[in-house]
């Protein structure tokens, strides 16, 4: 396939050629040429969000739904520099976007033109990989490169940076070209040694964890793990980002760790002596203090980015591969079940006497996590939950039940707020016949929830349920507990509904509920669930001295795991 067109026509005849099917972005000069041609393509629906941080979060949206490459597009200097938030958080969470971009004509690049940004230098830390592209002739060779690097390998975002001139040029387009990319092998069958090693730990010991993190879902294991669990009677414990990829029903599940992870699962860590870490980072938030973490374990880590291994804890066993072919083969090393009846007396009186639970208000206002039970009874597990980032987004990790993986969705690394109401667009347009949900703070949705005027114009009918504390949640709760209550710039007024969130929903075409109180929690919700015309913006007013329970503090130990203000656990071996 060889054609003359210009580097423009070139670049939208290459995004169908690698199969997109969507672009979220916006229009501007530089960029310009590109948008032209984009308006003829049969194939590759442009959606014009009203922020570029929008365009980027419905990318990873759609990306973490779908598995597919998530595609935004941007101009030059002020669009580019407002994707560096989303391409930042789909690097520290692992998600596959392609962020292309307008450049200045390349001759008036270094000379501080108009709306000029050097948009490769300031994402070089925070991507994958990154391209500045002057030549037209380089434009489908370099999009074939960019979607496979990001999609390969340990996923990330890529950007593309093409000056408007390289847009506007004349070129031969043909297809399929020849990726230049000797440097990258990404090496995914593990080493047959370290499995065999990590089989005879395995089989050795008397307390394993299976510590199991986002990499097994990006890898489209859960099937290998929930395998590899039952052969061996190993509990399961589920990072943040890996919530369903092994089922909450599970016998063997014992929760989420970590900062505000159920008791068990801090526990099952912490008295384990093998930890079977698998597409996990070890990080700040699960380890705690890092000295004091899981004291007397042994370490098998497998992973596919070879720089993640012993970054943070000395592996015993490191293995390099990809967590699907990695869990086949310790499958296929193991011949027994260990024993575990004492580490499963132990585990399971620590969960029957420390389930998650939370607190009634006096004055019957109303509990978030009961309206985060209630939304997963009524909802169910086969729905997308998306979450911002603060309280909420830890009650949804905790009271709503996954049994699939990749059905929650949220901004882990980072801690993005905003993530939530466009990255829920991306998700519905890359699964448009599943139900929706983002969960949200009042302050996390004010953030991006000019996306809701896109969703109802582009026909995205998602459903939001706004936590409504009054506050920035989190914060607030770190204040009153380490800063002795003292609320300085927390207070966000939406208590006295400035705004008021049914009439913000109404004047951007939405379905806009309110909710208070808890009699009327499952009727709000089965209403929200009966539109679906348009988008529904439920506001769920809620206590705002609600917190989140358990909770280790910040740079502390995970034994000093508190379930309430002032309680913690008293758990020994002896349990």
Same mark, same amino acid.
């Given at each position: ?126 991507? +994958? ?53 000797? #440097? ?24 394993? %964890?299976?510590?199991? #993190? #986002? ?64 597409? %996990? ?42 967590? +699907? ?229 910040? #740079? ?20």
């Amino acid at each position: 396939m060889t054609e003359r067109m210009t580097g423009a026509q070139s670049l939208v005849r290459a995004l169908e050629q690698v199969g997109v099917d969507t672009v979220f972005g916006i229009p501007g000069g530089a960029i310009l040429p590109a948008y032209d041609p984009l308006y003829d393509s049969a194939k590759v629906r442009h959606v014009l969000v009203r922020h570029e941080q929008g365009a980027g979060h419905a990318a990873e949206g759609y990306a973490q739904a779908t598995g597919r490459v998530g595609v935004c597009m941007a101009t030059s200097g002020p669009g580019a520099t407002n994707l560096v938030t989303p391409i930042a958080d789909a690097y520290m969470d692992s998600v596959p976007i392609v962020a292309i971009t307008g450049q200045v004509a390349s001759a008036a690049i270094g000379t501080d033109a108009f709306q000029e940004a050097d948009i490769s230098g300031i994402t070089m830390p925070i991507t +994958k990989h990154n391209f500045l592209v002057t030549n037209a002739d380089d434009i489908p060779r370099t999009i074939l490169e960019a979607f496979h690097i990001a999609s390969t390998g340990r996923p990330g975002p890529v950007l593309v940076d093409i000056s408007k001139d390289a847009l506007q040029a004349d070129t031969t387009f043909s297809w399929p070209p020849t990726m230049q990319l000797p #440097g990258y092998r990404p090496v995914t069958r593990p080493h047959s040694k370290q499995i065999r090693e990590a089989a005879k730990l395995i089989l050795e010991a008397k307390r394993p %964890v299976l510590y199991v #993190g #986002g990499g097994v879902h990006k890898a489209r294991a859960s099937a290998e793990l929930l395998e590899l669990a039952e052969l061996t009677g190993i509990p399961v414990v589920t990072t943040l980002m890996a919530r369903g990829t092994f089922p909450d029903s599970h016998p063997q599940h014992m929760g989420m760790p970590g900062m505000h992870g159920s008791v068990s699962a801090v526990g099952a860590l912490q008295k384990s002596d093998l930890l079977i870490g698998l597409g %996990v980072r070890f990080d700040d938030r699960v380890t705690g203090q890092l000295s004091t973490f899981a004291p007397n374990a042994k370490i098998v880590h497998a992973d596919i980015d070879p720089a993640e291994i012993s970054k943070n804890r000395h592996a015993d066993v490191p293995i390099v591969g990809d967590c +699907k072919e990695v869990i086949r083969e310790l499958i296929a090393a193991i011949d027994a079940k260990g024993d575990y009846a004492e580490w499963w007396n132990l585990l399971n009186g620590i969960k029957e006497t420390y389930p998650l639970g939370f607190e009634e208000f006096e004055d019957g206002t109303l509990a978030p996590q009961y309206v985060m039970q209630r939304l997963s009874a009524i909802v169910g597990p086969d729905a997308y939950y998306v979450a911002g980032v603060g309280q909420h987004q830890m009650w949804a990790a905790q009271f709503v039940d996954y049994e699939n993986p990749g059905t929650f969705i949220n901004s882990g690394g980072l801690g993005t707020m905003g993530f939530a109401v466009p990255a829920a667009m991306g998700a519905k347009m890359g699964r448009p016949e599943s139900t929706v949900w983002a969960i949200d703070g009042d302050g996390c949705f004010q953030m991006t929830n000019q996306e809701l005027a896109t969703c109802a114009i582009e026909g995205v009918p998602i459903k939001i349920a706004v936590i409504n504390n009054g506050n920035l949640g989190m914060v607030r709760q770190w204040q009153t507990l380490f800063y002795d209550k003292r609320y300085s710039n927390t207070d966000l007024k939406t208590a006295t509904r400035i705004p008021d969130f049914v009439k913000l929903a109404e004047a951007y075409g939405c379905a806009g509920l309110r909710c208070e109180r808890a009699e009327d929690v499952d009727a709000v919700i089965k209403e929200a669930m009966e539109i679906n015309d348009r988008p529904v913006v439920v506001d769920f007013v809620v206590h705002a001295d609600a917190m989140v329970w358990p909770m280790v503090a910040a #740079g502390t130990s995970n034994d000093d795991i508190k379930i309430a203000r002032d309680m913690a656990p008293k758990w020994s071996d002896d349990e």
